[in-house]
């Protein structure tokens, strides 16, 4: 008997638009791959004012939710999962800050809420924590998870002032009319407490972490990092010690031959460090419709095999959190440079796991 899944696609701006025309071209390869046959079941835009009458539409048994922000988006995605639908999201702001909440929901409802898109677009590092290091001990992960700033940094790097450099990267589509959620560093926080919650297992939201943007960088503070072998880029970076997690994200010196440093445009890197697999690097694009509907397309066969072989046992791939556990700032423990005394210099030896057992790492 052909099984059958009904698709109800919430949200069609850059993300939501790219998802509907993979759906379309790719519905013979995913029901090849899966078994099962997709049927788009309708799409809601945030003013249509359908989307409600969707989620509990009977014919639906996946919600794709791509309207973003934390308001409509939440509603929307806990109405489908107390209605008993899988929920695939590429919203960061939702799972950052309320993940634990809607994956407790999920996980009480017998679904699935999915959300590799959310972290770093085309980057797999939510599979990666998730289910390739499930057996693994993470202690530590970093990153540039913000594409707006380097593009930022890099213009000034070239001799932009810090006005002109965010101007020219509103035009290339790289930031938000409002970019104050890329500068601040809200976003890299979305995306740190996000990898986080699958790292350390822990229900961490981003309001709980120190950070800061990079609106005080100056032309001259780049320039000056490049002269003396430097780039600033700002960095998300969590160490786990026995006693809670330091975690912070701000603007720091990165050697020039360092992965941090080479980024440019919206590329996004992670570094992971395991207890047995080691250290990892991932880096890909980080943002752009099509470099979002990938990882969706990704997460809806993933759900669809599960679906197809034990549709008993879908909360499988749903994660479970231990209660919150203590954050503290460490940034301040970095050294500084005499030049530039204002930012921490990066120092991958921080990674060392032998350190986490030293006083130094104590956080109480």
């Known amino acids: 008997m052909q099984l059958t899944a009904g698709i109800a696609l919430l949200g069609h701006g850059t993300v939501g638009e790219a998802v509907a025309q993979r759906l379309e071209q790719d519905a013979e390869t995913i029901e090849r791959r899966t078994g099962v046959r997709c049927v788009l079941r309708g799409i809601a835009t945030r003013r249509s004012g359908d989307a409600r009458a969707l989620i509990d539409d009977p014919r639906v048994d996946i919600v794709i939710e791509a309207v973003g922000g934390t308001t409509d988006a939440a509603e929307y995605v806990e109405r489908a999962l107390d209605r008993g639908r899988h929920v695939i999201t590429a919203n960061k702001d939702l799972i950052a800050t309320q993940g634990p909440r809607l994956i407790a929901l999920a996980a009480s409802r017998g679904v699935c809420l999915r959300y590799e898109a959310a972290a770093c ?8 924590l998730h289910e390739a290091l499930a057996g693994d001990h993470i202690y530590a992960v970093a990153g540039v998870l913000n594409g707006t700033t380097t593009a930022i940094l890099s213009a000034m790097e070239r001799g932009a002032e810090y006005d002109a450099a965010l101007a020219d990267v509103q035009r290339a589509g790289y930031a938000e009319a409002d970019p104050s959620n890329d500068i601040e560093s809200v976003d890299a926080a ?13 229900a961490i939201i981003s309001p709980r972490l120190r950070r800061s943007g990079i609106s005080a960088t100056t032309r001259e503070d780049a320039e000056r990092a490049l002269s003396l072998g430097y780039r600033i880029r700002l960095v998300a970076g969590a160490l786990r010690t026995p006693h809670g997690a330091f975690a912070e ?13 080479k980024t440019s445009g919206v590329e996004n890197v992670v570094r ?9 690097w991932l880096s890909g694009l980080g943002a752009g419709g099509a470099a979002s509907a990938s990882p969706i397309l990704g997460d809806l066969i993933t759900l669809l095999h599960a679906i197809a072989q034990h549709p008993e046992h879908g909360t499988a791939l749903t994660p479970r959190f231990e209660p919150a556990i203590e954050i503290v700032p460490f940034f301040h423990r970095l050294s ?4 530039l005394p204002q930012y921490p210099v990066w120092n991958d030896a921080l990674f060392d796991e032998r ?7 104590a956080t109480t």
């Open 249 to 261: 994200i701000a603007p720091v010196l990165v050697r020039q031959e360092h992965a941090f440093a």
């Open 272 to 280: 992971i460090d395991a207890r047995d697999a080691g250290t990892l």
């Open 190 to 202: 979305h995306k740190l407490a996000l990898l986080l919650q699958l790292a350390f297992e822990s």
């Open 121 to 128: 677009s085309a980057i797999p590092v939510v599979r990666t």
């Open 355 to 361: 350190n986490f057992r030293h006083e130094h790492y």
């Open 336 to 339: 500084r440079h005499d030049a």
